[in-house]
Each structure stands twice: as C-alpha cells, then as structure tokens.
C-alpha cells in the first residue's frame, strides 16, 4: 500500500467518524426534545422527506415519488419546531418519549464541501402511562453540507420499512 492510499484511507475513516458524532449528536438533541437546538443543524435550503413505500409483486424497495408521509421544507420544519413550544402542539401532549438508535453509517460520497450517508434508524416511541409504544424502522439518505466544525443537513430521505403506519401521526422528527 503506497503511502497515499493509506493517508486517503485515514481521511474517509476521519470524515465516517465525523459523520457518525455528527448523527449521533443529532440523535440526542431530538431524544431530549432540544428542538431548537436541532434546528440550528438544518440548512435554509433543506428538502426532508419520507415517501411511502409501495407494494408490488416480487419487488421490497419501491417507494413513492408523488405520496409522501410529509414532505417539508426549511419553513415547515421551523413551524413544527415553534408549534412544540405553543399550546397548540395537542399530539405532543403528553410529550412523546423517544430512543433512537443510528447503526450501519455509511458515507457514501465526499468531498471538501459535500457528504452523502445512509444510514439506519430505529426509533422506539412512547407516550403516557401507556404500555404501548411504537418501532420505526428506516433506512436514511443524508446529505451533509461542513458548518464549521460540524455538519448541516441539507437534504434527508427517510424510507420508513412499514408500508401502514401503526399510529395515527408522526408528531416526532426521524
């Protein structure tokens, strides 16, 4: 192995341990419901999705280009992070608990600017005195945009592995 292969080797294990603090960061602000603080890591020009998968005869990963569970934008996402503070915020009342798990972080394409990642995201959710509570399975594609010393998400596409959602909303953010 010449010399530079191993330092280009060093840099994508630097940028993949970046990514995944960067992630799991992410993951603890939204757990300890610091929206706003969680906001401060979205672009101005974010495009955040979860379209809703498909079923079609012999065929698993076909997911919608026209039907999504949100489609949302800087705007919407800084409504729904304001919302949580209001009175009007009535599916988050009680708030919901949430434990996210970010596994199998991939970076899949880099340079001095931009990062893509994919990702796995369980999600266990829980609300009340209830014994109920919720999985959300999905695999996530990230684009990451450097900020410093960090990363602001630029793009996230969330491809929930449940075709029918078992609640009625999803108040929280994946």
Do not use: C
Not at 26 to 48: C, Q, S
Not at 108 to 123: A, F, K, P, Q
């Amino acid at each position: 192995m010449k010399l530079s292969d191993r330092e280009d080797e060093i840099e994508e294990l630097l940028v993949e341990r970046d990514v995944r603090k960067f992630l799991n960061h992410e993951a603890e602000l939204l757990d300890t419901r610091e929206l706003h603080e969680w906001f401060d890591l979205i672009a101005e020009n974010i495009t955040y999705h979860m379209p809703r998968r498909l079923m079609r005869e012999n065929t698993a990963d076909v997911f919608s280009g026209d039907s999504y569970y949100f489609d949302e934008s800087y705007g919407s996402l800084k409504a729904r992070v304001m919302r949580f503070d209001s009175e009007y915020a009535w599916a988050e009342r009680p708030p919901t608990r949430t434990e996210r798990y970010v596994t199998n972080v991939v970076v899949t394409d880099y340079d001095d600017e931009v990062i893509d990642v994919e990702s796995n995201l369980l999600v266990y959710v829980s609300r009340g005195d209830s014994e109920e509570h919720d999985f959300y399975s999905a695999k996530r594609e990230d684009t990451l945009r450097r900020d410093g010393d960090s990363f602001e998400i630029v793009d996230r596409k969330i491809l929930l592995n449940q075709t029918i959602l078992s609640t009625d909303n999803i108040s929280i953010f994946l």
